[in-house]
Antibody
Framework: EVQLLESGGGLVQPGGSLRLSCAAS????????MTWVRQVPGKGLEWVSG????????YYADSVKGRFTISRDNSKNTLYLQMSSLRVEDTAVYYC???????????WGQGTLVTVSS | DIQLTQSPSFLSASVGDRVTITCRAS??????LAWYQQKPGKAPKVLIY???TLQSGVPSRFSGSGSGTEFTLTISSLQPEDFATYYC??????????FGQGTKVEIK
């Protein structure tokens, strides 16, 4: 059974940092590109960042560029999102997802809530 | 960056209705488009990819069409379990997979 399990969310003050993790199992993690998508409660989906299967290529939404860093450890089947200089508007549920055939996002985690507030 | 605009943002429909949602891309994306369904408190689920290919296990009442800049998702006969929010996503830009703003389908 495919599983993506996010962790690391929580409450952080504006300007603070947080690292999210996404542990993958049930599929060949090193074969798939991965992505982070976030959703403000009650709002739409926002693509945040994507990384190639090897980790050699990554991209970011303008809203997080320069503040967030995506990475992966294929030996540990884990995806990361290092978030710094956090802002109130970064408050959201963060999902990790795996891109399969035709880059569709086949598998999603359950999401982890990040709250940025003083 | 490629922008996706969905319409309508909200629609009210009855069980058995035929429902169509449109997604327009700011530039041509061939058929690199997917559709997702999301229910409250759950992660999105892929319905359609490559604009018109039905994901395994998805009921055949869902269909997708289009290419270039205009795409549609059609539900041929709306069922109670289809009341949800639907998103399009462009897959043309490698690793930069932006979404439309969503269409919420509610019970009339």
């Amino acid at each position: 059974e495919v599983q993506l399990l996010e962790s690391g969310g929580g409450l952080v003050q504006p300007g603070g940092s947080l690292r999210l993790s996404c542990a993958a199992s049930g599929f060949t993690f090193g074969n798939d590109a991965m992505t982070w998508v976030r959703q403000v409660p009650g709002k739409g989906l926002e693509w945040v960042s994507g990384i190639s299967n090897t980790g050699g290529t990554s991209y970011y939404a303008d809203s997080v560029k320069g503040r967030f860093t995506i990475s992966r450890d294929n030996s540990k089947n884990t995806l990361y999102l290092q978030m710094s200089s956090l802002r109130v508007e970064d408050t959201a549920v963060y999902y990790c997802a795996a891109a399969g055939i035709a880059a569709k996002l086949d598998y999603w985690g359950q999401g982890t809530l990040v709250t940025v507030s003083s | 960056d490629i922008q996706l605009t969905q319409s309508p943002s909200f629609l009210s429909a009855s069980v058995g209705d035929r429902v169509t949602i449109t997604c327009r891309a700011s530039q041509g994306i061939s058929t690199y488009l997917a559709w997702y369904q999301q229910k409250p408190g759950k992660a999105p689920k892929v319905l359609i990819y490559a604009a018109s290919t039905l994901q395994s296990g998805v009921p055949s009442r869902f269909s997708g069409s289009g290419s270039g800049t205009e795409f549609t998702l059609t539900i041929s006969s709306l069922q109670p379990e289809d009341f949800a929010t639907y998103y399009c996503q462009q897959l043309n830009s490698y690793l930069m997979w932006t979404f439309g703003q969503g269409t919420k389908v509610e019970i009339k």
